[in-house]
């Protein structure tokens, strides 16, 4: 997952705050062998407690290839990922973006470049803390246009080319 943070997420330019967090190692990769929503939600939570111990990772990418391989079904489970942070009354403290190999956004079609944005070679929940980020936010001119350019970058490569990168992670992943 780190050859895919690298070469698609950084490389590409997709959020300009993760090279920071990669180079000075305060990323966090952690697999899960759960296989069931409940045992992801435990995972999650033991991901946050430790994130909540330990300032010196900044970011955690929790990567469950066992379940929510169906899309469907990883996005209607993000709302029990919300419930989460409010049970451990961590809304607010961290956020949780969703990353998945066949992500889609709304009012997209499934072979939509623009979607490659939030795709990746396994299913993951890439934990943030909020303060970080509005910092990070705070300081970065046209932060807004991020998304936008992201869109157009995707569209610009085109589904072949993405699909290829993403191929290659996904094999590098396995190794």
């Given amino acids: 997952m780190r050859q895919w943070l690298a070469s698609f997420v950084i490389d590409l330019n997709l959020c300009p705050f993760a090279k920071r967090e990669l180079v000075n190692d305060r990323v966090r990769f952690a697999a899960t062998p759960a296989a069931t929503q409940d045992d992801l939600l435990q995972a999650l939570a033991t991901e946050l407690e430790s994130l909540q111990r330990d300032d010196s ?27 989460l942070l409010l049970d451990l009354q961590l809304d607010g403290v961290f956020q949780v973006a969703s990353f998945h190999p066949d992500y889609q956004f709304a009012d997209t079609a499934p072979d939509d470049a623009e979607n490659y944005t939030n795709r990746s070679p396994y299913p993951m929940l890439h934990i943030l803390r909020e303060a970080s980020l509005e910092r990070v936010i705070a300081d970065t001119p046209d932060v807004a246009q991020i998304p936008i350019r992201n869109v157009a970058l995707m569209n610009e490569m085109g589904r072949e080319s993405l699909q290829q990168l993403l191929q290659a992670c996904f094999r590098d992943a396995r190794h």
């Fill in 57 to 83: 990772v900044a970011t955690t990418l929790l990567i469950h290839p066992q379940v929510l391989q169906d899309f469907r079904d990883y996005n209607q489970f993000l709302d029990a990922v919300d419930g």
